[in-house]
């Protein structure tokens, strides 16, 4: 079945630093991948998506390429902020509207000024 | 752009009390909306998949008439913890899937459930 696997946290980096989260899929077909952030106490928001290959997703600095050669999916930004501090998950779905999404088990990322 | 509302944001109720938990989609229509339980620090595990006009799929393992899912329009759902009791705590989360096909799901803020 599918499945997501992403690098364990924490994460702990200075402001400025650069940042890679790895996120690896296992999947048939051809899926759409995301990247969601959760901030404490908050819900999830989507943060970028790629719905086929070597789309780039980005925001707010933030970018992942969908590289199906490799499955993966690797969160990246060039300088991180101390208000990047949250939980990320990457995760995939079907195209079908009533796909589920499949989440990895989240990376918590933790920014130091 | 879209936006999902999930109410309530926190609610802390005694043993034995069933609680309602409401999720909407503001400015689009779902067809299908889905309910996910998170537990501190863990992934979000999905719960059952809300269909509009029929019954609640859920997953391995979730009992149906403990967690009861009812959408009642292309716009709400709702999950209902029935008899809550300690062990049901827990941070849920609903999201919905704009009918669009290739678009993703919008989540809602959570809702998080204290049974005393």
């Known amino acids: 079945g599918n499945s997501v696997t992403q690098m364990e946290g924490p994460v702990t980096l200075s402001e400025e630093a650069f940042l890679t989260i790895n996120c690896t899929y296992t999947a048939t077909g051809y899926p759409s991948l995301f990247w969601y952030v959760q901030y404490p106490g908050e819900g999830l928001q989507l943060l970028l998506k790629?719905?086929?290959?070597?789309d780039k997703g980005s925001n707010k600095g933030f970018e992942a390429t969908y590289r199906k050669e490799t499955t993966s999916f690797h969160l990246e930004k060039g300088s991180v902020q101390v208000s990047d501090s949250a939980v990320y998950f990457c995760a995939l779905s079907g195209r079908n509207r009533d796909d589920k999404i499949i989440f990895g088990k989240g990376t918590r990322l933790h920014i130091l000024p | 752009g879209a936006v999902v509302s999930q109410h309530p944001s926190w609610v802390i109720c005694k043993s034995g009390t069933s609680v309602k938990i409401e999720c909407r989609s503001l400015d689009f229509q779902a067809t299908t909306m889905f309910w996910y339980r998170q537990f501190p620090k863990q992934s979000l595990m999905l719960m059952a998949t809300?269909?509009?006009?029929?019954?609640?799929?859920?997953e391995q393992g979730v009992e149906k008439d403990k967690f009861l899912i009812n959408h009642a329009s292309l716009t709400l759902s709702t999950l209902t913890v029935t008899s809550a009791h300690p062990e049901d705590s827990s941070f849920y989360i609903c999201?919905?899937?704009?009918?669009?096909?290739?678009?993703?799901?919008?989540f809602g803020d959570g809702t998080r459930l204290s049974i005393l």
């Open positions: 999201s919905a899937r704009d009918i669009t096909v290739n678009q993703p799901q919008h």
């Open positions: 790629a719905t086929k290959a070597d």
């Open positions: 809300s269909n509009e006009g029929s019954k609640a799929t859920y």
